[in-house]
Structures are given as C-alpha cells and as structure tokens.
C-alpha cells in the first residue's frame, strides 16, 4: 500500500498546484474587468457555492464507484474545462459571468475530486498511520496550493490571461495521469442497507454524522471559520493589489504574500505531531484557532510584512487543527460510510464559504474592506466555544467506541453501520 499512498501523494500536490495556480488567476484576471468587490468577491461565491449544492450526492457517489476514478475523472473534467475558457480568452469574450460559470463548473467537480481524495486515504493506509499520513498529504497539498500556486499564478499572469489557465490546465492532466499506475479497485464493499436510492443512501450518511456528537461539533467550528476567512480573502485582492489599494502591491507581489500561508502550512504539517503530543489535541486544536484569527489582522495594518508573519502563523494553526480533526472522523467512520460522511461535513463546514463570500463582498461595499477583517477575526475566536465539547476525553471515548463496534462486526459479519 505504499506504493498506492505515494500516487495518491504526488496526485494531491499536483492537483493542489492546480488549485493554487486557478485561485489567484481568477481574481487577478477579475480585477482587469471590474475594480467592483462585490463582483470579485463573487468569484470565490461561485467556486465555493457547489459545496453547499452539490456534497451530499458527491459523497454518495464516491461511496458507489472506484474512489481512483473519481479522482482522477474530476482532475479531467477540470482541465476540460480551463481549455474552454482560454478558447474564450482567445475570441475576446472574457467578461466576469464567463469566469462565473467556470468558477462554478470547476467547483462541481471538486467536490467530487476533494470528496474521494479524503475518503481514499483509510484504504491505502493503516488506521494507526492516518495522522502521518494526513499530515504528508496536507504537506503537499497546502505547500503546492499556498506556496508554489501563488507566485506561479502571478508570473504566469504577466505573459497572458490565458497563461495561468494553461498552466493550470496541464497540472490537472498530470494529476489524474499519476493515479493511472495504481492497481486494484479502490471501490468500498457494499452492503444490503447499500442497495436503495441515491436519496436514501445520502440520509443514511446525515444520520450517522448528526449521531455522532464531536463530529457534530467540529464540523459547525470549521464552518464558522471558513465563513469568516473566505469573507476576508475573497475581498483581500482589492485591498492589496493595484495602485488605489491600501498595500499597493503588484500582482507578483501578491502572490508572493499568499505564499506566506504556504510557509506557516509547511511548519503546520512538520510540527502537528510533535505538537500533539506535546499539548494533546484538545489544546492542539485551541492554539490552532487562536491562529486562525490572523484573518483580522489586515484590519490593524496593511504592512506586508506584519501581513506576512501573520499568515504564517494562520497557516500553520490551519494545518494542525485538520490534521487533529480529520484523522479522527477517519478513524471511527466505517469505511463504506466515509465518502458520505466526508460530504455531509463538508456541506456544514464548506457550504458556509460562499456565504461568507458573499458577505465578504457585501460588507467591503457598505463599510469598507477593512470592516471586513475586524468582524471576521472576532468571529473565528467564537469558535473556541466549540473546545467544551471536543475534549481529549470525548475523543478517546469516540475511538474506543468506534473500534469495539468494529471488532465487534467483524465477529459477527453484521453490517457494520454504527447505530
């Protein structure tokens, strides 16, 4: 199974390269059609609106077909679709509604890719190795999409709109072709409760989350801190780059602030062990979201060097708090449940990003970009509130349960949907 974590491994980095690449170009591109923050803010909205529309049937698919597939059919629909709009750049008729629908349409197929990404690590590692395993792939991912993305993004865009998108587009092809040389199916057994309709089988994976107290509650904290940062960043490009703004940097220039969150990341996904076991994850997880907070600082100062330091600290707080979260929903999620499950919290925990970037947009207009920042710093500190219920206890309790009923199941050869 080494051998297939390691695809999977080289997959994510080259899809999170992707992904950084695309989320700095859009908005970039955006701002060369519209100085509007409502509208460039819209970007974020489109991209991100799919998880509130579209997870749970991403999660009940990935629990019907090959998880390899689905990664790597995702990684092709999404080059497909940057090839049709460079055509687009090339006829002249970029506007904002075009980068809308792409946006959107680009965001549909990442809840799929995203879904069965996550949900294909338990089966090419050992239930013990998660948290590493984790950490290495957050490693990738966060280093390529926050660190190599961004200042790639903004060179790119220097020799052409169309450039980054090109750019983005090869990365997408490389990551699904990197799957190709895995061997075996990757599609999870299914059971007799698994044979009825796509609606019922999403239910069976909202009950099973809704039972399960500290998932519950983990997923209504990232929630939260989603909304507030996707608010702050989706109008962070209006306050940062241009001539007019308050920073006034370049498009360079910003790319290479965003890599500051790539370099907190790589720390974070370095030290989240060590980190862990030093504090337990109960205080792992209140230090992290304390990070987080750096959301607020742009509304203290614009100097990027502060901004900077801030991020790395944010990112790397980010990193810990999934690793410590993600691990566990992981382990004590029955296999067959866990694309579903994935879905149903990320519908909680990422269906709030278009919200908050749309509110993000709104807010900038009515009381100014800096507003934003302030009330969306407070709003991650809100969600320590949370920590009363994820305890080092609460979790221990949640592990042991959730490998006795197992045990148990697998003595019994009883559908091992936990009740």
Not at 27 to 44: D, I, N
Not at 313 to 339: E, F, H, K, W, Y
Request: with cysteine.
């Amino acid at each position: 199974m080494r051998h297939a974590y390691r695809l999977v491994w080289s997959a994510a980095a080259l899809s999170g390269l992707a992904d950084g690449v695309l989320k700095v170009a859009l908005p970039l591109v955006a701002v060369g059609v519209t100085r509007s923050p409502a509208l460039v803010a819209g970007l974020a909205f489109a991209v991100t609106l799919p998880w509130l529309l579209f997870a749970l049937p991403a999660g009940a698919f990935v629990d019907r077909i090959d998880r390899r597939r689905a990664m790597a059919g995702a990684n092709v629909l999404r080059a497909v679709l940057l090839a049709a709009l460079v055509g687009g750049l090339f006829a002249g008729v970029a506007t904002i509604w075009l980068l809308y629908l792409v946006a959107f349409c680009v965001g549909i197929a990442e809840t799929v890719h995203d879904t069965a990404a996550q949900s294909i690590v338990p089966q090419v590692v050992s239930r013990e190795r998660l948290p590493a395993a984790n950490a290495r792939l957050y490693a990738a991912e966060l280093t390529a999409n926050q660190f190599a993305g961004p200042p790639l993004a903004g060179a790119l865009v220097v020799a052409g709109a169309a450039a980054p998108f090109l750019g983005a587009t090869g990365l997408w092809l490389a990551a699904a072709a990197a799957l190709l040389p895995m061997r075996g199916s990757f599609r999870v057994a299914r059971t007799a409760a698994d044979g009825g309709s796509l609606r019922a089988e999403i239910a069976e994976g909202v009950r099973w989350l809704w039972r399960q107290r500290i998932l519950r509650t983990f997923a209504a904290m990232v929630g939260v801190s989603n909304f507030a940062s996707n608010a702050a960043f989706a109008v962070l490009v209006v306050y940062a780059v241009g001539p007019g703004s308050a920073m006034g940097l370049s498009a360079p220039q910003y790319g290479w602030l965003l890599t500051s969150l790539a370099g907190g990341s790589l720390l974070g996904s370095l030290a989240a062990g060590p980190v862990v076991r030093r504090l337990g994850r109960a205080r792992a997880l209140a230090v992290a979201l304390v990070t987080v907070a750096m959301v607020g600082v742009p509304a203290l100062t614009a100097n990027p060097f502060v901004l900077g330091a801030a991020f790395v600290v944010g990112g790397a707080g980010i990193v810990i708090a999934n690793v410590v979260m993600v691990s566990l929903r992981q382990s004590i999620t029955p296999d067959r449940l866990l694309g579903r499950v994935n879905s149903c919290y990320r519908l909680v925990a990422w269906g709030t990003m278009p919200l908050g970037a749309a509110t993000g947009g709104l807010l900038a207009e009515a009381f100014g970009v800096r507003s934003v920042f302030a009330v969306m710093g407070v709003l991650v500190l809100t969600t320590l509130l949370g920590l009363r219920t994820t305890t080092n206890a609460a979790m221990d309790a949640a592990e042991r349960s959730a490998t006795k009923l197992a045990a148990g199941h697998a003595g019994t050869g009883a559908d091992p949907v936990a009740t």
